[in-house]
């Protein structure tokens, strides 16, 4: 008999962010991402270096959370460009969210380049202790 620790919500959590993190990969995403799981809430870190923190929106509709940032022109009309590797313009990233996650009560901070969005788990999602009951045995008459 094998016996292995199953958490639903990460699984779910790991599948979508695997296949996002392949798709960023093949497209070459402009907001790398970080997801961890803590006990009481999943963060994402998001990666906006010379981002206008103004310019960022965090969004939840209908389970998917959006984070949609843009990195505006900054050529003077006397210099010229000769090298260009950082993205510019408007960027988005989508990541569904599992059921197991309170999105009423998402919040975000933008610190060095990087947002940070925290996701509280749902207090049903959250491990608990199973209580046993104890009793009395009886036996059974035949």
Known sequence: ML???????IQEFE???????RQSVEAG???PMDGLRRDDDVVLKFDLPGIDPDSIEVTVDRGVLSVTARREEEIAENER???RERPMGAFTRRVYLSEHLDSDRIDAGYANGVLVVRIPVLERAKPRKVEIQRGESKAIKA
């Open 29 to 31: 995403s402009a907001m």
């Open 81 to 83: 460009m000769f090298v």
């Open 3 to 9: 016996l292995t620790s199953i958490d639903p919500f």
């Open 15 to 21: 599948r979508q962010f695997n296949r996002l993190a």
